[in-house]
């Protein structure tokens, strides 16, 4: 750890650090084992927290086993910062945010946890909800928001952020969730940006037009 990632640390609050503790901490057990066998006193017991600090963050553990997927989700897919004025050409921001968006479909933690998702639905069918509620849902309406700022712009010409947000990660997934799912050979990573890069093409000559 560096000085300056050690002064972030000690600067942030105790409850943030817990918070992160927590999530770590369950990932990792969410990953390795069958949701019914991960308990709470585990949890507590990998982040070194008590129970009672898990549910001073958590209402219950289907709460604490989205935000899990949703870390592991932000930490690839959050690698494009919208926000950033100096975000760069959007021909750049969409590159950038589609491979991301693609290696997040391969992440094998993250395929893991959206297996366990499937497989619990039916006896626990708040979890694919409360997924795309607070992790699906969530994602893309940054990424729409981004594409309004773009269209107030004038960069680009859209009718509808969400609807054209949404149109750019169904194009992008394209085959691959399929080939994931199924258990075929992945593509190489130049065959994904290759692939990227001509979604992104093809919806900026829909979006300039």
Request: hydrophobic residues 45%; glycine residues 6%; charged residues 25%.
């Amino acid at each position: 750890m560096t000085a300056v990632e050690g002064a972030a640390r000690r600067g942030r609050p105790k409850s943030a650090e817990k918070h992160d503790a927590i999530v770590t901490a369950a990932r990792a057990l969410f990953t390795s084992e069958s949701y019914e066998r991960v308990s709470l006193d585990a949890v507590a017991a990998a982040a070194g927290v008590s129970k009672v600090t898990i549910y001073s963050h958590f209402p219950d553990k289907e709460a604490l086993f989205v935000a899990a997927i949703g870390a592991g989700c932000d930490a690839v897919f959050g690698r494009v910062d919208l926000d950033a004025p100096d975000a760069g050409p959007i021909e750049q921001v969409l590159c950038a945010l589609g491979c991301n968006f693609l290696e997040m479909i391969f992440d094998p933690e993250i395929d893991r946890l959206h297996a366990t998702i499937l497989s619990e639905s039916r006896r626990r069918p708040e979890l694919p909800r409360m997924f795309y509620d607070t992790v699906v849902h969530r994602m893309t309406r940054l990424f729409a928001a981004y594409l309004q700022r773009q269209a107030e712009a004038g960069r680009i010409r859209i009718g509808e952020p969400y609807t054209a947000a949404v149109q750019f990660l169904a194009m992008v997934q394209g085959e691959f969730r399929y080939r994931v799912d199924l258990g075929m050979p992945a593509a190489t990573r130049e065959e994904r940006e290759a692939y990227v890069r001509s979604c992104v093409d093809t919806l900026l000559r829909a979006w300039r037009s």
